[in-house]
């Protein structure tokens, strides 16, 4: 009998072909454009030796004890893997393969984005010239002025590749020094990507704990993997401390910022603004939700990685993985769990 792969996409391209040329498999595929159903992926993962799922999928205890002893591998198209129950996994030895360099660029690019229209107030200027208000707002010395990049001590919370490639970026912009925190406070990030730790003229220091982040970062970027330790780090006492004029980025996961504590730091003014591409509870944002109605923060729905290239990659790294974990050889990126 062929062995079963479940895939909750239609994938693109190279990846659909790099799939579809795989006659020895019986491939089983989600056809619609809306996220997987859960009770489509239960039922279609009995038996099956391994499952290309989204960020969107659970792969949890129910789903790889379902599917049965001969799963082998899951191939994740994402980086972030907190949607994976790793535990699950390791105990019956299945792999998991993940695309963490293929996305560095095109999330390190939206995170200036991000840096930019929170600090120059991108969104809420754009929104007054939508809404006809630009002749109530002729030009004036101090119309909607923000902080500048420039000089700025920039504070990653997680400083891995992405966090790493935005600094690459936010170096011509003149910033004076970076501080970061990883799950291990005070000591030298363990990776150093690009050689910035070493060959950069500002100071890269690690912070000594989340305190000294909150209260010496003008720009704050959330960059860190969700994690129990890393769940609601960002609450209300961190902007507590933060400086009136900084502002805040998350391009990792919702749940690491408290968002009823971002709404109230940006009604108090404790902070200047935010740029979020994630937030806790996504996609189920309605209208009315009181983030909405902060002019100073910026939401856009998790496009992080969303540049053509890359999902065309990220996409041909999965089914790579896939096969890979099916036939035991080396996999583009594999989580060690
Ligand atoms: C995006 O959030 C990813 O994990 O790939
Ligand atoms: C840890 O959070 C890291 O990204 O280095």
Redesign the pocket.
């Known amino acids: 009998a062929k062995r079963k792969v479940v895939v909750t996409r239609q994938l693109i391209d190279e990846a659909q072909e790099l799939l579809d040329g795989r006659s020895d498999l019986e491939i089983v595929q989600w056809q619609s454009e809306k996220p997987c159903e859960r009770s489509w992926l239960i039922d279609n993962a009995k038996g099956a030796s391994g499952i290309l799922l989204m960020l969107t999928d659970k792969c949890d205890e129910e789903l790889v004890s379902t599917a049965g002893d001969q799963l082998k591998v899951i191939a994740s198209f994402s980086v972030g893997t907190d949607h994976v129950e790793r535990d699950a996994l390791k105990k019956r030895n299945i792999r998991l393969g993940y695309t963490p360099k293929c996305l560095t660029d095109a999330v390190a690019d939206l995170t200036i984005m991000l840096i930019l229209m929170a600090q120059r107030r991108g969104g809420e200027a754009m929104g007054k010239v939508l809404a006809g208000e630009w002749p109530q707002m002729p030009w004036h010395p101090l119309l909607m002025t923000g902080p500048q990049i420039s000089k700025s001590t920039v504070g990653f919370l997680?400083?891995?590749r992405i966090?790493q490639a935005t600094l690459k970026r936010l170096l011509p912009f003149g910033i004076s020094r970076v501080i970061y925190l990883?799950?291990k406070p005070g000591q030298p990030?363990k990776d150093d990507h690009y050689g910035l730790t070493k060959q950069t003229e500002i100071p890269i220091e690690p912070a000594k704990n989340w305190e000294q982040l909150a209260s010496e970062s003008d720009i704050l970027i959330v960059?860190?993997?969700l994690t129990p330790s890393t769940k609601h780090l960002v609450n209300a006492d961190f902007f507590a401390r933060m400086k009136k004029l900084a502002v805040i980025i998350n391009v990792a996961r919702g749940p690491i910022i408290d968002t009823n504590a971002l709404v109230d730091a940006l009604d108090k003014e404790q902070i200047f603004g935010a740029g979020l591409d994630v937030i806790e509870n996504e996609p189920n944002i309605q209208a009315d939700h009181p983030i909405l109605k902060q002019p100073r923060c910026v939401l856009v729905p998790h496009i992080g990685s969303a540049t053509i290239a890359t999902r065309e990659q990220m996409a041909t790294e999965s089914v790579k993985n896939l096969l890979a974990g099916l036939s035991g050889e080396a996999m583009v990126n594999e989580v060690e769990l």
């Open positions: 997680g400083f891995g966090g990883t799950s990030v960059g860190c993997a």
